[in-house]
């Protein structure tokens, strides 16, 4: 009786939250659904909290208790309600810390506890202590978009798929030896780079040096985009591009696309807590998810589909390309099993090509665009970067991978950015395959880990004035060679334990190869009359707006590339 009367409560309250709350795109939707219908809803939904109530009364069982949560919860359905009404869900999270002065927190949402993290010390003992038991990944809607139902190795839950693709990736294609057959195409990206940004800053009628205004985040997206681009299908843009190096239209679109998705892959969905509403699409998120993985497979498949026919026979098991293979997709089309026929389907190349893409394209970008903005602010920091490449590099040549060891401070730049401005909230959710004690907290079956990466980089118990844009808190005055990772944990940078980035490598000499170019290539200020604003956008992490710079060419004129 109990049940069934918090049951009808729980319904009774949350449609009157749906009915009345801000939501533009969902607002009217329960009362636009005819009465019939609306009646079996609400008879399935009860069951499901029936349902719900009684896996989570299994939690009870342990006498150790959850990490401390809200005040106010409601009966089964936890703190669904509040995705509604405090948005974004993550500043809704990290205000409940703050104001708790808690480094792990409880957060109900169905029978599913969310459990996001701030201490070094406890994410140690979540991903290095007991890794085992948090290797695997939940199920959400955005990720089923995203990898064509859970065929690529990011987001895959702990099974033989995620095996399978994990031994693909980390031996075929973010392999050392790969990375180096590659190195002409991200070079060839670098010196795109250079070319366009000098373009917008000559004046062609004179060719004189001028300055020029210049959009540092579409700089930044393009390049990361152009390069992965170029190491995954050997091409620089979709359409016809531009003369002048930049972005065309195609492009444009295919890059907001991708960031789209990656907004969405886990956004705290109603449906992945309550699937059996997910038809309802209350929050509109699958709407805005089928779009955008839409445009992003609309730019792949015929790629993918035309290059499978070159390599393959009709039939998909013979090869009939003797060719070498020239780019990543051509490496994916050429995996064969231990009886020669293709390791890989069609459907699983392309989840695990657009896997790379999106794991490619945001984090150099977010992180340069922000160090950017903080040394322009900080115009010495600007000078003792490009006085460490003039020193390392010179001014006869561009700055070139090879370089990179002894380019500690700009790398310090870099690394610096990942902490105070990281790209997400969190990392990729964590799930507990069983139950399990942490901290002296017991953390359910099913838990979502989500480690905080502001929470991390920012943690006033961690780090000395952590708001402060600081580059050589990195530096030991060692000589030592500064890494963009952080193997404790102290930031979070690239994840780590089994379900770590196969793709640190890439990933930190896209992020270096970007900022020492610009940093190289260019001198940088505010535009004439206007600052560098540093705040945060409310919805995200990125710079509330797209930073715009002037930038002027320092180096010889021979040395950029022109249309």
Same mark, same amino acid.
């Given at each position: 009786?109990?049940?069934?009367?918090?049951?009808?409560?729980?319904?009774?309250?949350?449609?009157?939250?749906?009915?009345?709350?801000?939501?533009?795109?969902?607002?009217?939707?329960?009362?636009?659904?005819?009465? =019939?219908?609306?009646?079996?809803?609400?008879?399935?939904?009860?069951?499901?909290?029936?349902?719900?109530?009684?896996?989570?009364?299994? =939690?009870?069982?342990? &006498?150790?208790?959850?990490?401390?949560?809200?005040?106010?919860?409601?009966?089964?359905?936890?703190?669904?309600?509040?995705?509604? *009404?405090?948005?974004?869900?993550?500043?809704?999270?990290?205000?409940?810390?703050?104001?708790?002065?808690?480094?792990?927190?409880?957060?109900?949402?169905?029978?599913?506890?969310?459990?996001?993290?701030?201490?070094?010390?406890?994410?140690?003992?979540?991903?290095?202590?007991?890794?085992?038991?948090?290797? =695997?990944?939940? /199920?959400?809607?955005?990720?089923?978009?995203?990898?064509?139902? %859970?065929?690529? +190795?990011?987001?895959?839950?702990?099974?033989?798929?995620?095996?399978?693709?994990?031994?693909?990736?980390?031996?075929?294609?973010?392999?050392?030896?790969?990375?180096?057959?590659?190195?002409?195409?991200?070079?060839?990206?670098?010196?795109?780079?250079?070319?366009?940004?000098?373009?917008?800053?000559?004046?062609?009628?004179?060719?004189?040096? +001028?300055?020029?205004?210049?959009?540092?985040?579409?700089?930044?997206?393009?390049?990361?985009?152009?390069?992965?681009?170029?190491?995954? #299908?050997?091409?620089?843009? #979709?359409?016809?591009?531009?003369?002048?190096?930049?972005?065309?239209?195609?492009?444009?679109?295919?890059?907001?696309?991708?960031?789209?998705?990656?907004?969405?892959?886990?956004?705290?969905?109603?449906?992945?807590?309550?699937?059996?509403?997910?038809?309802?699409?209350?929050?509109?998120?699958?709407?805005?998810?089928?779009?955008?993985?839409?445009?992003?497979? &609309?730019? *792949?498949?015929?790629? /993918?589909?035309?290059?499978?026919?070159?390599?393959?026979?009709?039939?998909?098991?013979? %090869?009939?390309?003797?060719?070498?293979?020239?780019?990543?997709?051509?490496?994916?089309?050429?995996?064969?099993?231990?009886?020669?026929?293709?390791?890989?389907?069609?459907?699983?190349?392309?989840?695990?090509?657009?896997?790379?893409?999106?794991? &490619?394209?945001?984090?150099?970008?977010?992180?340069?665009?922000?160090?950017?903005? $903080?040394?322009?602010?900080?115009?010495?920091?600007?000078?003792?970067?490009?006085?460490?490449?003039?020193? +390392?590099?010179?001014?006869?040549?561009?700055?070139?991978?090879?370089? %990179?060891?002894?380019?500690?401070?700009?790398?310090?730049?870099?690394?610096?950015? #990942?902490?105070?401005?990281?790209?997400?909230?969190?990392?990729?959710? *964590?799930?507990?395959? &069983?139950?399990?004690?942490?901290?002296?907290?017991?953390?359910?079956?099913?838990?979502?880990?989500?480690?905080?990466?502001?929470?991390?980089?920012?943690?006033?118990?961690?780090?000395? $004035?952590?708001?402060?844009?600081?580059?050589?808190?990195?530096?030991?005055?060692?000589? $030592?060679?500064?890494?963009?990772?952080?193997?404790?944990?102290?930031?979070?940078?690239?994840?780590?334990?089994?379900?770590?980035?196969?793709?640190?490598?890439?990933?930190?000499?896209?992020?270096?190869?970007?900022?020492?170019?610009?940093?190289?290539? #260019?001198?940088?200020?505010?535009?004439?009359?206007?600052?560098?604003?540093?705040?945060?956008?409310?919805?995200?992490?990125?710079?509330?707006?797209?930073?715009?710079?002037?930038?002027?060419?320092?180096?010889?004129?021979?040395?950029?590339?022109?249309?």
């Amino acid at each position: 009786m109990k049940n069934n009367t918090s049951s009808t409560l729980v319904m009774s309250s949350f449609l009157t939250l749906r009915c009345g709350a801000p939501d533009v795109a969902t607002s009217g939707l329960i009362s636009s659904i005819p009465t =019939t219908e609306l009646v079996f809803v609400i008879s399935i939904f009860v069951f499901f909290l029936q349902t719900q109530s009684k896996r989570s009364s299994k =939690t009870k069982s342990s &006498s150790l208790p959850l990490p401390p949560g809200p005040a106010v919860s409601w009966p089964i359905i936890g703190n669904i309600p509040d995705l509604f *009404h405090k948005k974004p869900a993550f500043r809704w999270i990290d205000k409940l810390m703050k104001d708790m002065n808690t480094d792990i927190l409880s957060v109900r949402l169905g029978n599913v506890h969310i459990i996001p993290v701030t201490s070094p010390e406890i994410a140690r003992e979540f991903l290095k202590k007991q890794d085992a038991t948090f290797a =695997t990944r939940p /199920i959400t809607m955005g990720t089923e978009y995203s990898s064509r139902g %859970f065929l690529s +190795v990011a987001v895959a839950p702990l099974g033989d798929q995620w095996k399978k693709m994990r031994r693909v990736v980390a031996s075929e294609l973010m392999s050392p030896s790969r990375l180096r057959w590659l190195l002409d195409k991200r070079s060839e990206e670098a010196d795109n780079l250079v070319r366009y940004i000098y373009n917008q800053c000559i004046d062609n009628s004179t060719t004189n040096y +001028v300055g020029g205004v210049v959009n540092i985040r579409t700089v930044s997206r393009m390049y990361s985009g152009n390069v992965i681009r170029k190491l995954m #299908f050997n091409m620089r843009y #979709f359409g016809i591009g531009r003369k002048d190096g930049g972005p065309g239209v195609e492009e444009e679109e295919y890059v907001q696309a991708l960031f789209n998705v990656l907004s969405l892959l886990y956004a705290f969905s109603v449906a992945d807590f309550m699937p059996i509403i997910r038809w309802l699409d209350l929050d509109g998120h699958e709407k805005l998810m089928k779009k955008a993985s839409k445009i992003v497979n &609309s730019y *792949h498949d015929p790629v /993918i589909d035309e290059r499978i026919k070159q390599w393959r026979s009709a039939d998909g098991d013979r %090869f009939i390309n003797k060719k070498q293979p020239h780019d990543l997709l051509d490496v994916l089309i050429c995996l064969k099993d231990a009886n020669g026929n293709p390791l890989l389907s069609t459907e699983e190349i392309k989840a695990q090509s657009a896997d790379l893409i999106y794991a &490619s394209v945001d984090n150099p970008s977010n992180a340069v665009e922000w160090a950017l903005a $903080e040394m322009i602010n900080q115009p010495e920091m600007l000078q003792k970067a490009a006085e460490e490449i003039d020193r +390392v590099v010179g001014k006869d040549r561009l700055v070139q991978e090879s370089d %990179f060891p002894r380019l500690n401070y700009v790398k310090s730049c870099a690394r610096e950015a #990942f902490r105070l401005h990281p790209i997400a909230p969190f990392n990729l959710p *964590h799930v507990a395959i &069983s139950d399990a004690v942490v901290a002296g907290y017991f953390i359910p079956k099913g838990s979502q880990v989500l480690l905080s990466r502001p929470g991390l980089g920012r943690n006033a118990k961690v780090w000395d $004035e952590p708001l402060k844009f600081k580059p050589e808190r990195h530096l030991d005055g060692s000589g $030592e060679q500064v890494g963009a990772g952080e193997n404790d944990l102290s930031f979070f940078s690239f994840s780590t334990g089994r379900r770590g980035c196969m793709g640190v490598p890439l990933g930190t000499s896209m992020t270096v190869m970007l900022l020492a170019r610009l940093l190289q290539g #260019f001198s940088w200020s505010a535009p004439p009359g206007e600052s560098i604003g540093l705040s945060e956008s409310c919805h995200d992490l990125f710079l509330a707006k797209p930073l715009c710079a002037l930038a002027k060419p320092r180096l010889p004129m021979h040395l950029y590339p022109t249309v």
